[in-house]
């Protein structure tokens, strides 16, 4: 039975964990779980809009992830660029309205790579119905230490009072000023890594031991299904 509106989340964030292991269980060169974790999130822009998911963010390549092996890193950066290139004529993307973003510090990718990433920001800036947040190069703790650095200049600037600092302010300056309803990991692991530190403070949390490229419509449905059943208080 699919939940009813009031029923469904609006923003979803997924840490997409176990796409090495995956590789490793068919005998694959590790990295070749990425391609398959690629192909999931294809199918995963279907699934949101049957349930009209408004907002999505994916915890997709984090700091720490660049200190993988250089031939993974490399294979990486290939997927990376056909992915956004795949993007920008994906009629989905056109038909559905989905807004794509790209949070993290970008500055630290190939600049072929970073090129493909504002492309289809740009081309996307105006759409309103859907968004996704691709997290790449992304860190919940480095995210608001740079939100604190663009808090102080503009303080040492003179454009913001001290006074005037606040939870709203703050969020302002995050990478995305949106609090997930419901996050999902996959993978097995419990733990939250780093992932949306601020945004996910009254986030639901589901935790599933399928790794990514085993998460199939019925888990996504399974985890919208929990989160309805699921009574927010927010603290009171």
Request: a neutral charge; glycine letters at 6%.
């Amino acid at each position: 039975m699919k939940p009813t509106n009031n029923q469904v989340p609006r923003h979803i964030g997924i840490i997409l964990d176990g796409n090495r292991r995956f590789a490793e269980r068919l005998m694959a060169k590790p990295w070749k779980g990425h391609e398959w974790g690629t192909q999931k999130v294809e199918k995963l822009v279907e699934w949101c809009h049957d349930f009209d998911i408004r907002e999505l963010t994916l915890y997709s390549f984090s700091i720490q992830n660049f200190n993988r092996p250089k031939e993974e890193f490399e294979y990486l950066m290939k997927l990376f660029a056909e992915s956004f290139m795949k993007a920008n004529d994906d009629e989905r993307i056109h038909k559905y309205k989905i807004r794509i973003n790209v949070i993290g510090r970008l500055w630290l990718f190939p600049k072929e790579i970073q090129d493909m990433m504002k492309a289809i920001m740009e081309r996307t800036k105006d759409y309103t119905d859907h968004i996704i947040n691709f997290a790449i190069g992304y860190g919940g703790r480095e995210e608001v230490i740079d939100a604190v650095k663009k808090i102080a200049q503009e303080v040492k600037d003179g454009k913001l009072d001290i006074d005037a600092i606040n939870e709203e302010s703050f969020s302002r300056n995050l990478y995305i000023d949106s609090d997930p309803d419901l996050i999902i990991r996959t993978g097995g692991e419990n733990r939250t890594s780093n992932f949306l530190i601020w945004q996910s403070n009254y986030s639901e949390w589901i935790f599933l031991d399928k790794l990514w490229p085993e998460f199939d419509r019925e888990d996504f449905a399974m985890c919208i299904a929990e989160y309805s059943s699921r009574k927010r208080r927010f603290g009171k």
